[in-house]
């Protein structure tokens, strides 16, 4: 499974990288406001700085929702970097935007995915990747990772060609219950990657070992 970092915060990023195992950064519209990234050029100079800073698969948003809208602006985010991904929301006309970029060689990411007819739909349309929004589904009172399953079953059975990638992860658990399910990727937050490395038996394992060697 390939980790990627869901933010658009340098720092973060860095830090995540710095680790040797990251595969890629995902953004959307929230994390780039957080970051008070505004206007065009500073958007695309904030992507040409993430894919300096990560060798790996960026997403960037498209901001528009038609058609010839989200091809011109996808064209631009594309031109950034080889390691631009352009992501597009799950709507009629993204489905029309990702089967024209996946015809013209442009990968793509199909965000908003949030059950498993839009997931058939993005494959069908050449997605490079689809992004169900898992932690969000559980904030409704439903399975996320379910999903995930119901997902990575179908793909498997009809032969569909893209990448699961698990977001709106909340917790270093859902990476887990992820891996379990079949995602082929994992974007989460720095806190939920930097979770992974938690156990108290380490720590107390470790504070041992430490003090042992003192009388080796
Ligand atoms: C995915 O690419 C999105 O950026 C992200 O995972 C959304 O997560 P949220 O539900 O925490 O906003």
Redesign the pocket.
């Known amino acids: 499974m390939k980790f990627f970092i869901?933010t658009a915060n340098l720092a973060q990023i860095k830090e995540a990288n710095e680790l040797g195992i990251l595969d890629g950064v995902?953004?959307?519209p929230?994390?780039m406001a957080k970051e008070g990234i505004k206007g065009e050029e500073a958007i695309m100079n904030h992507y040409k700085t993430i894919c300096e800073i990560v060798d790996g698969d960026i997403?960037a948003e498209v901001l528009s929702t038609t058609f010839e809208e989200m091809v011109e602006e996808g064209k631009k985010l594309a031109a950034i970097h080889p390691n631009i991904i352009v992501k597009i929301p799950m709507i009629k006309d993204g489905i029309k935007a990702i089967k024209w970029f996946s015809d013209n060689g442009i990968k793509t990411n199909c965000?908003l995915i949030f059950s498993a007819g839009q997931a058939i739909l993005a494959a069908k349309a050449g997605a490079t990747y689809i992004?169900p929004?898992l932690?969000?589904i559980d904030d409704s009172g439903w399975d996320g990772v379910q999903l995930i399953e119901e997902i990575a079953e179908i793909y498997s059975i009809q032969g569909f060609e893209s990448e699961i990638l698990a977001?709106?992860?909340r917790n270093p658990n859902h990476i887990i219950r992820c891996a379990k399910a079949g995602a082929d990727v994992c974007?989460c937050p720095l806190d939920s990657i930097l979770g992974l490395l938690k156990h108290p038996l380490t720590d107390i394992g470790l504070a041992k070992f430490i003090e042992d060697s003192k009388k080796m």
């Open positions: 869901d995902t953004t959307n929230s994390l997403s965000t992004s929004f932690g969000r977001a709106s992860i974007t």
